[in-house]
């Protein structure tokens, strides 16, 4: 992330503070929680409020039971307005975080442009779909919502407070007692799916123990506590005598995500002790001691271990029970950033190839979830070009599953978490190059401005008097692009994201639903979990009923 000049010293400050607080620690390792998100945790000074305290959650909404029950009505009333008949054996839910509207018509625009069109005609692979609609992404205490709560809905079906993940949000923010306990569990589309019988898959582009991917397993009340030196840090409420699991040691340890048949992502480092060095050479975060990676061989002695692109290449996926690839020790390069990494470092599309290969033997079908994941960090960076090439790796890796899939058996599904303040601002000509400066307008004062700004970030390219700059001869594709409001980094935004869908029960996928409904519409279409099912005759038979 680039850094203001303003804010320098500033920055010096923290960092000299955080090493000498490590060293009284005699911490020999220096864990820094997740910088686009950590924000979210912390405390604002002036008004002391957290995002996360559940004080703005209404009552009812604290209960599992309310939005299992909003659930399963829109599901019903969908499927009365349904003609389509056809079981989904296979599930992919790709997502796109912090994939706005915005985002896919600037992606769609700088695809065009690429191979040398005006780009505004250009479509991704997935606006294609035959089905089209809007998701609801607010939380029960956020009009604004984070990747926690939203994966919380996608995947387990349930609505919680920002932060929370796989709990209700009768869950106080950073208790771990209240998120151990049972009743403010709640289970996801990758249990329903194993329960069944399927096979089950996560692929990210993040720590495999981000927040996107976290929601299908683990049960946590702070989306920080990847590994357990995260925990330290935040000082979690945790009773006497328990025991505080993070994310990377639910992922192993306990269900669903053992039983997980391929992981692949990035955040090695949340799985090795600090005394270890991972394979890119970077020391280990745990202070526990665990290296959880000998864990996983331990459990899954049929499994293969990979690091990078050539060891996946070589996989023999039908003699393959397990797969773990962790290739980065934290998130995965940008792929446009990437040097020596684009020879080593998977693509999206890579990932995706292999886990379907390894899911597909599963004669009863299976579940996996794909992610985008940082299409979001490149907005917090008010970085464009790496949203938006972000946004067309995603693109190509939803190629590569239409390529592998049949339509007739696979539900595709492609949405995003959550918003960003990304715009196309003005009135730029057809063709306008996206990541440039509108070349038809000025502002007030006669200056040039870009086609895309954000609402919220850390550069307005200012003069000493306040006049803006004249990025005539500053643009260039990585840039930070210009922002309204000054902040450490952009934020996400509010409005409603789109939904596509294709394949079996598609159609369900349509019109304006709520983030909770998603992963009901799914396990109704492939006739797995608690609620209504394709499968069973009296829900079969609410198909047009109206």
């Not at 029960?140 to 995947?155: E, K, M, P, R, V």
């Not at 061989?297 to 393959?320: A, C, M, R, W, Y």
């Not at 899911?359 to 008010?382: C, P, Q, W």
Request: proline content about 3%.
């Amino acid at each position: 992330m680039i850094v203001v000049k303003e804010n320098f010293s500033k920055l010096l400050f923290y960092v000299a503070i955080t090493v000498l607080s490590f060293w009284i620690l005699d911490v020999d390792c220096v864990v820094i929680a997740d910088p686009y998100h950590k924000q979210l945790f912390d405390v604002n000074v002036k008004k002391r409020i957290s995002f996360a305290e559940n004080r703005f959650t209404p009552e009812e909404e604290q209960s599992t039971e309310f939005w299992l029950e909003q659930a399963q009505r829109d599901v019903e009333k969908r499927v009365s307005r349904s003609f389509n008949s056809k079981k989904a054996k296979n599930i992919i839910l790709f997502l796109g975080d912090g994939m706005s509207i915005g985002t896919i018509t600037a992606a769609r625009i700088l695809k065009g442009q690429r191979r040398g069109f005006s780009g505004e005609e250009s479509m991704l692979a997935f606006e294609q779909f035959p089905y089209t609609g809007l998701v609801k992404t607010y939380c029960t205490n956020g009009q604004t919502a984070d990747s926690a709560c939203t994966a919380t809905a996608y995947l387990c079906g349930v609505k919680t407070n920002v932060m929370m993940l796989g709990v209700n949000a009768n869950v106080q923010n950073n208790n771990c007692s209240d998120s151990m306990n049972r009743q403010n569990q709640v289970d996801s589309i990758v249990k329903w799916a194993q329960e069944a019988g399927k096979s089950t898959g996560l692929v990210t582009t993040t720590t495999i123990t981000h927040a996107s991917p976290s929601g299908g397993y683990a049960h946590v009340a702070n989306r920080l506590w990847e590994c357990d030196s995260d925990i330290i840090n935040t000082e979690a409420i945790i009773g006497p005598g328990e025991e505080c699991k993070d994310i990377a040691q639910q992922l192993i340890t306990n269900e669903p995500g053992k039983n997980v048949d391929v992981i692949l992502g990035g955040g090695m480092g949340k799985f090795l002790p600090k005394y270890k060095s991972d394979t890119f050479g970077v020391k280990g975060e745990r202070r526990d001691g665990l290296d959880l990676i000998d864990q996983w061989h331990s459990n899954n002695p049929q499994g293969i271990f990979v690091k990078n692109l050539e060891e996946l290449e070589q996989v023999d996926f039908n003699n393959t029970k397990q797969l773990l690839g962790l290739f980065h020790s934290s998130h995965l390069e940008y792929y446009s950033k990437a040097k020596v990494e684009k020879e080593t470092q998977p693509r999206l599309k890579d990932m995706t190839k292999a886990a379907i290969k390894m899911l597909e033997k599963n004669s009863k079908g299976y579940f996996v979830f794909i992610e985008g994941g940082r299409i979001d960090h490149a907005h917090h960076e008010t970085k464009a070009a790496y949203a938006l090439d972000e946004t067309l790796e995603f693109d190509e890796a939803i190629q590569t599953a239409l390529d592998l899939t049949d339509d007739q058996e696979t539900l595709i599904v492609v949405t995003s978490d959550h918003s960003h303040t990304m715009t196309i601002s003005g009135y730029p000509s057809r063709g306008n190059p996206i990541l440039g400066l509108n070349e038809r307008e000025l502002d007030f004062d006669g200056i040039p401005y870009s086609v895309l700004n954000y609402a919220v970030g850390p550069q307005q390219y200012m003069d000493t008097t306040g006049k803006r700059l004249d990025l005539t001869n500053f643009v260039s594709d990585y840039m930070i692009f210009p922002s309204y409001i000054k902040a450490q980094m952009g934020t996400h935004a509010g409005e409603d994201v789109a939904i596509f869908a294709r394949g079996p029960q598609a159609d369900l996928f349509s019109g304006t639903l709520q983030q909770n409904v998603i992963p009901h519409l799914m396990a109704y279409a492939a006739c797995i979990g608690n609620g209504l099912n394709l499968c069973k005759p009296e829900d079969r038979n609410l198909h047009n009923k109206t």
